[in-house]
């Protein structure tokens, strides 16, 4: 029971060039989430999926997109990669789809640095 | 704009003390409250949940909630040297379709040996 998962654990990409970061669970969660972390800037959500099929933007949207291929999958893409997007970013699952009171659990992450 | 306000610290405590962790929220319709850990270099670790004004705890942690003053506080009894982390405090409301969480920056807890 790996719980979340996350690929790759690190990259360097070259500004312009493209990448998915994948993120899978095996906890049978219905919502996902995208978030980055920057220092002195705390957790910011890029994008959710509250269930399969449905995906909404967050705080932090702009310069990515994201993909809920199943339940137990959430992929996000960056499209043409931007030093801005240098950051460390989280998968995160809860159970619930909304309206009730369910924590969120997060996965390893994934460190970018975009040079 | 939904705020989530913590002092950054860092908050140094000696071992075996009492550590206090606090956090004001903005959005009055606010309803879920959580404590994270977060080890540097590591992921948002959960800690703590707490929906209800008063007081919840979980072995050495106690949450305490006062939506009245739209505060909360996470007190850690007996600080360990393996406490040492940032803890993240996290405010949801939940909405037709949504649920999202706002974050604070986090509180550097440094405990000294």
């Known amino acids: 029971n790996a719980g979340v998962t996350q690929t790759p654990k690190f990259q360097v990409l070259k500004t312009g060039q493209s990448m998915t970061l994948q993120c899978a669970q095996d906890?049978?969660?219905?919502?996902m989430y995208w978030y980055r972390q920057d220092p002195g800037m705390g957790l910011r959500l890029i994008y959710y999926?509250?269930?399969?099929?449905?995906?909404d933007k967050g705080e932090v949207p702009n310069g990515y997109n994201v993909s809920r291929l199943n339940k137990r999958e959430f992929s996000l893409r960056l499209e043409s990669a931007a030093p801005s997007q240098t950051s460390v970013y989280f998968c995160?699952?809860?159970?619930?789809?909304?309206?009730?009171?369910?924590?969120?659990?997060f996965g390893p992450g994934t460190r970018l640095t975009v040079l | 704009q939904k705020e989530v306000e913590q002092n950054s610290g860092p908050l140094s405590v000696p071992e075996g003390a009492i550590a206090s962790l606090n956090c004001t929220y903005s959005?009055?319709?606010?309803?879920?409250f959580f404590w994270y850990r977060q080890y540097s270099g590591k992921s948002p670790e959960l800690i703590m949940s707490?929906?209800?004004?008063g007081d919840k705890e979980d072995g050495r942690f106690t949450a305490q909630l006062n939506k009245a003053s739209q505060y909360v506080s996470l007190l850690i009894r007996d600080s360990q040297p393996s406490d040492s982390a940032t803890y993240l405090c996290?405010?949801?409301?939940?909405?037709?379709?949504?649920?999202?969480?706002?974050f604070g920056k986090g509180t550097k807890l440094s405990v000294i040996p």
């Open positions: 995160a699952t809860r159970q619930g789809t909304s309206g009730s009171y369910n924590e969120q659990f």
């Open positions: 906890m049978n969660h219905n919502s």
């Open positions: 999926s509250a269930s399969e099929g449905t995906t």
């Open positions: 959005d009055r319709g606010s309803q879920s």
């Open positions: 707490i929906y209800s004004n």
């Open positions: 996290a405010v949801a409301r939940t909405g037709a379709g949504s649920y999202q969480l706002t």
